[in-house]
């Protein structure tokens, strides 16, 4: 497996619920990024991680968001309280530390609709 | 505060001609610049790249010159075929090293 694998593919949640979605990033990659992709927009930066350590937050990430990177391979991205705004595609990017140019690779991501 | 702006939200080019998708930034700390290409219910897949130490990146059908006076980027596309249909974003980092800014994307049709 030499792709950025995230999951669930669609999650359809009602407003209020909680939700988590799962990021496998690359195994030799120690970066790993949260965006947020809504409909016209880029791709939006979130968080990311160096290995277990969370190094850096958007302001676009509320206090009902947060992110885990436990032992520095997976990561989970959970919302809180879902709002009807956070509907949008959720993807995950991984890169190494010392990055060329280019060397993000992003998973398909996860698109989230709340209703 | 939109720190790369793509400001062609579409594009539509005859097959076998040039593509010219456009890209500006106001952050003169960007140093690296990007372009990624992303198909429907898909990641964006990187595509060409150029430091500012260069003015101009080729690669096979795919050229990015970058105009730091201007803080202008632009990525060049001969000759555009069919599956070159996307959406392509221009994205920039500082040092290689801070998270990507991507622009809000051009669709780029290309007619065969």
């Known amino acids: 497996d030499t792709g950025v694998s995230q999951n669930p593919r669609h999650k359809i949640t009602k407003r209020g619920q909680n939700v988590t979605f799962r990021c496998d990033p690359i195994?030799?990659?120690?970066?790993l990024y949260w965006y947020r992709q809504t409909l016209g927009q880029g791709p939006e930066f979130l968080t990311y991680?160096?290995?277990?350590?969370?190094?850096?937050k958007s302001r676009l990430l509320s206090d009902r968001f947060s992110a885990e990177r436990p032992k520095g391979s997976f990561s989970t991205l959970e919302i809180q309280r879902t709002e009807q705004g956070d509907s949008a595609m959720y993807l995950c990017?991984?890169?190494?530390?010392?990055?060329?140019?280019?060397?993000?690779?992003f998973g398909s991501g996860t698109r989230l609709t709340v209703v | 505060d939109q720190q790369v702006k793509q400001n062609s939200p579409s594009l539509s080019v005859q097959e076998g001609r040039i593509s010219i998708l456009n890209c500006d930034y106001t952050n003169s700390m960007f140093d690296y610049f990007l372009w990624y290409k992303k198909y429907p219910a898909e990641g964006p897949t990187f595509l060409i790249s150029?430091?500012?130490?260069?003015d101009k990146n080729e690669d096979g059908r795919f050229t990015v010159f970058l105009n730091k006076s201007a803080k202008h980027l632009s990525l060049h596309i001969v000759p555009s075929q069919p599956g070159d249909s996307a959406v392509y974003f221009c994205?920039?980092?500082?040092?290689?090293?801070?998270?990507?800014?991507f622009g809000k994307g051009t669709r780029l049709s290309v007619i065969a």
């Open positions: 991680f160096q290995n277990e350590a969370q190094l850096e």
């Open positions: 994205a920039a980092s500082v040092k290689g090293n801070t998270p990507l800014v």
């Open positions: 195994s030799e990659h120690n970066r």
């Open positions: 990017a991984s890169s190494s530390q010392l990055w060329t140019v280019g060397s993000y690779t």
């Open positions: 150029i430091s500012s130490i260069k």
